[in-house]
């Protein structure tokens, strides 16, 4: 049976899962149990520059960027955390010094946030797909029309009258469903995202692509939970592939899908376009990757993330990233066995650039970009 443990700096109770509360019992052996509060505010933003994003910032300042990480085999520790519980089980654990700790490590061994109940999980997922299935609704009529109605954004880039319609009515969906939820989308900013909750929309992650009716865009859905990413969903309507992932488990048109974990030579490496490497000073690395490869393909578009989970391509190097690229594809790629860091081995998140693999071959990429 499950027990339902609570931390003296938090506002309420909230259970761990069982297989957490496991892990704890048998002192950390199979892993490590660990809770990081952050709200959903705290996100990686940029500046805009001509020709596409700018260089990711962090915002900082918020009092609430304290974390906590539990781990009895931890090194470097902070003053001991009093878990409450049942009497006959209470024990004291170590709380792990936030420098000894790395978000990313932790793929493949607990859920990220496992203070949710599964059957609430399975009513998010459920619920982000439903917001999927808006927008196809909007994106499989206009993928169609050739007078694509467009303007071009202060940064450069362009937007359709499709992204707009789309993200129009998920949002209108996630405020009738969840009224207390937060929502951060790319082409209507932020509305209360300092919530517990906050959805992260890009309706169309490729523009370019879907104005040239080329299907390797797709629509990106992701859902915070206490700042963290917890739900992700990729969508790419024209091609019906469908996959989401709540960083234990990733699912492709309802199959279990996984990472392929194969030698760096035998690799497929999807990346974003080259301008994107070169203007973030980052060719040779790329160069010393892609001649260490079996094969490399380059668009801006996230149906790559799609394919590295799902098994047909093996490593995504994207240089740079926007929150509502990087919110919606973590859950996925961990879901599926990928291990997610940034070009350095860092986080993802605070970076805003990506490295995604199966853990063996992802080290190897990082050995190689590094170099």
């Known amino acids: 049976m499950s027990l339902a443990w609570r931390l003296a700096l938090t506002r309420s109770a909230k259970p761990f899962s069982q297989a957490a509360g496991q892990t704890l019992r048998n002192g950390g052996a199979t892993g490590r149990a660990w809770i990081r509060m952050r709200p959903c505010a705290s996100v990686v933003t940029r500046s805009s520059v001509a020709g596409g994003d700018g260089v990711a910032a962090r915002q900082s300042g918020t009092a609430a960027d304290s974390q906590a990480q539990v781990n009895s085999r931890a090194v470097g520790f902070m003053p001991p955390l009093k878990l409450a519980m049942p009497p006959s089980r209470a024990r004291v654990l170590p709380l792990r010094s936030p420098r000894a700790f790395r978000l990313e490590r932790s793929v493949n061994r607990l859920n990220p946030l496992p203070m949710l109940s599964d059957a609430r999980q399975a009513e998010l997922l459920k619920f982000a797909e439903a917001l999927a299935d808006v927008a196809r609704s909007v994106l499989i009529p206009a993928h169609a029309d050739p007078e694509t ?21 998920m949002r209108q969906l996630i405020t009738k469903a969840y009224p207390t939820h937060g929502i951060l989308g790319e082409e209507f900013g932020p509305q209360n995202v300092d919530a517990e909750f906050c959805w992260v929309l890009d309706p169309i992650d490729g523009t370019k692509s879907f104005l040239s009716r080329v299907p390797l865009y797709v629509t990106l859905i992701g859902l915070r939970y206490e700042g963290q990413p917890l739900l992700g969903l990729i969508d790419q309507p024209i091609l019906d592939e469908r996959i989401v992932g709540d960083g234990r488990t990733a699912r492709l048109n309802g199959k279990t899908v996984r990472a392929a974990e194969v030698a760096l030579k035998d690799a497929v490496v999807v990346s974003t376009d080259f301008d994107n490497v070169r203007r973030l000073h980052k060719r040779a690395r790329w160069n010393r990757l892609a001649d260490s490869v079996a094969h490399t393909r380059t668009w801006g578009d996230g149906y790559g993330h799609l394919l590295v989970a799902s098994g047909r391509a093996h490593v995504v190097a994207d240089p740079v990233m926007n929150p509502w690229d990087l919110v919606p594809v973590i859950p996925v790629l961990k879901g599926a066995g990928a291990l997610v860091t940034d070009w350095q081995g860092g986080d993802a998140v605070a970076s805003g650039n990506i490295i995604a693999a199966a853990p063996k071959l992802h080290a190897q990429v990082l050995a190689t970009l590094n170099d």
Do not use: F, H, M, Y
């Not at 109605?149 to 009515?169: C, F, M, Q």
């Open 149 to 169: 109605r467009l303007e071009i954004k202060p940064d450069g880039s362009p937007v359709t009258w499709a992204d707009k319609e789309a993200e129009r009515l």
